[in-house]
């Protein structure tokens, strides 16, 4: 190779390696501004960073961060009060970003971040009502979960925990109380050190003060649901709705000084509401939806009697 030509080569290789490095760059300043509760300013960010010249993948990226961050602004209007038709059009807009980015480049972040969206929608228009929703969003998590192989995103499992939570049971549709407890177990297990994710707990201690089982009757339940987690094969998701019986019934929580059945379904609710407030206090930084958790994990605390 001439020396001209390998010129030529070193200053094509330096200009990708530079729209690489600034691309990444302006996607981290949009994840601290999102996790800094600047939600509006990481959106123009994201914004401007679509007339750039992306490839498929770095365009999906930026696609997933603009889903996610949307879905953050309509649940800051939602406590601001606006109507449903705002809160609609919202999350509709983060849903197109989702499908966008999946379109762009398939990631398991636009497939949580579409699921994430539709499911804000479906929570604004009521249960009875958005029904429709309630597949599709499975879907998304059997692509992320059981075809990508991402089980470690805590979300993933968390709005699988909702979705079967809040979802009527058969013969309208699959929610099971078991079953979001089982992945709302598994949402708290994979929290990021890095994370806050306290509504999680919250949301745990919900489901287990509505189940309200003994501790006699958690050691029966939970030696039969590890029966089926163990004899369980195929979809990493189906399996996981047993995940309460992972460890059995003598596992230990992190949370907790006792196993599980060594508890009832409301002393853990008390317990997790306690920890949920306590890593709260310690933490660095709170937005606004960490504090409106906050506020509700305490009354929630009270509603219990604590």
Do not use: C
């Not at 961060?65 to 406590?79: F, V, Y």
């Not at 499992?157 to 992945?183: C, E, H, R």
């Amino acid at each position: 190779m001439s020396r001209k030509k390998i010129i030529v080569f070193l200053f094509v290789l330096l200009t990708i390696s530079f729209a690489l490095f600034a691309n990444q760059a302006l996607l981290d300043n949009a994840d601290s501004l999102y996790w800094t509760d600047r939600y509006e300013e990481a959106k123009e960010l994201l914004l401007s960073n679509l007339n750039s010249n992306l490839t498929n993948k770095e365009k999906a990226e930026t696609l997933w961060r603009l889903a996610r961050t949307t879905l953050a602004i309509g649940d800051e209007l939602k406590a601001e009060g606006s109507s449903d038709a705002i809160l609609f059009a919202t999350f509709e807009e983060g849903e197109e970003y989702a499908n966008q980015s999946i379109a762009s480049y398939p990631l398991s972040m636009g497939y949580v971040y579409h699921a994430s969206n539709i499911g804000r929608w479906g929570e604004t228009k009521g249960p009875l009502n958005s029904l429709s929703k309630a597949k599709p969003m499975r879907n998304d998590f059997i692509t992320v979960i059981d075809e990508m192989g991402d089980t470690d995103n805590t979300i993933s499992w968390y709005v699988l925990g909702q979705l079967y939570y809040k979802l009527p049971g058969w013969p309208i549709s699959f929610g099971d109380l078991n079953t979001a407890i089982s992945y709302t177990r598994k949402a708290i297990d994979t929290i990021a050190k890095e994370n806050l994710y306290h509504g999680h707990f919250k949301a745990l201690a919900e489901m287990l003060w509505k189940r309200d089982y003994t501790a006699k009757k958690r050691n029966s339940v939970i030696t039969s649901i590890q029966k089926e987690w163990n004899k369980a094969k195929g979809s990493t998701l189906d399996q996981h709705a047993y995940y309460e019986g992972a460890g059995g019934p003598s596992a230990l929580p992190f949370y907790s000084p006792v196993a599980l059945n060594q508890m009832s379904d409301r002393q853990e609710a008390v317990m997790l509401l306690k920890y949920a407030i306590a890593k709260y206090d310690i933490w660095h930084f709170h937005s606004r939806a960490d504090k409106r958790n906050y506020e509700l994990i305490k009354e929630m605390l009270n509603q219990f009697g604590f």
